[in-house]
């Protein structure tokens, strides 16, 4: 059974810092991974997919990596801004685009 | 803003009661998932609809059902409805075939008192 873990649970940084958060994975035979942002009592945003055959993805001040054979991905924020704010989840997916997810981190920039 | 769309947005029900939760997919897509998020914790697989058949079942009872329509709209059906049932309800929609990006809507958030 595919455990999705992400540490910390919580992470709080001034503005302006960059932040690393972690995506740990038990069960290495994965499609992709992908990256959500979940505001507050709303739906989950798509920041980043990475397929299983890439490393990295970037997008903006965002980059994520994906290591299979250790299975970890990490999910890069530069430059770290307020609006960051917010419930990070990683989800990986397999060849029946079920998702498995993570219990997610939440950040929180200090201005 | 991905496209899909999902109603109501809230919903407050009592136990033993059932309900019907709805999900418009974006323009294009074949495929629809439901997930439920309770609390503190990430999304949890219900099911998932091909053309309107169930393509895979997470750990849910039957009393948990849903229905996929020809236009690719979908609903979530919940009987008997219990305290643990009250969750935020996601759908998310995408194109059939590994490797798909799923996109996903605003959800639902269901109260059970």
């Known amino acids: 059974k595919q455990e999705v873990t992400q540490i910390p649970a919580a992470l709080s940084v001034p503005e302006g810092e960059n932040l690393v958060l972690n995506c740990s994975f038990t069960?290495?035979?994965?499609?992709?991974l992908q990256w959500f942002r979940q505001d507050p009592g709303k739906g989950l945003t798509s920041l980043l997919l990475?397929?299983?055959?890439?490393r990295e993805q970037t997008s903006g001040r965002l980059n994520a990596s994906l290591d299979k054979s250790s299975g970890r991905s990490t999910l890069y924020i530069a430059a770290s801004q307020p609006g960051d704010s917010a419930t990070y989840l990683c989800?990986?997916?397999?060849?029946?685009?079920?998702?498995?997810f993570g219990t997610g981190t939440r950040l929180t920039i200090i201005p | 803003e991905t496209g899909v769309t999902q109603s109501p947005t809230h919903l407050i029900k009592t136990r033993g009661q059932q309900v019907t939760l709805r999900c418009s997919s974006q323009?294009?897509?074949?495929?629809v998932s439901w997930y439920q998020q309770a609390l503190g914790q990430g999304p949890q697989f219900i099911f998932q609809?091909?053309?309107?058949?169930?393509?895979g079942r997470g750990n849910f009872p039957p009393r948990f059902s849903g229905l996929q329509f020809p236009n690719y709209s979908s609903e979530l059906n919940v009987n008997a409805l219990e305290l643990d049932d009250s969750a935020l309800y996601l759908c998310?929609?995408?194109?059939?075939?590994?490797?798909?990006?799923?996109?996903f809507g605003p959800g639902t958030r269901l109260l059970v008192l």
């Open positions: 989800a990986v997916g397999f060849g029946n685009e079920k998702l498995t």
């Open positions: 990475i397929q299983s055959s890439q």
């Open positions: 609809y091909y053309r309107e058949e169930e393509n």
């Open positions: 069960d290495s035979a994965i499609y992709n």
């Open positions: 323009s294009g897509h074949n495929t």
């Open positions: 998310a929609s995408s194109l059939k075939g590994p490797g798909e990006t799923q996109y």
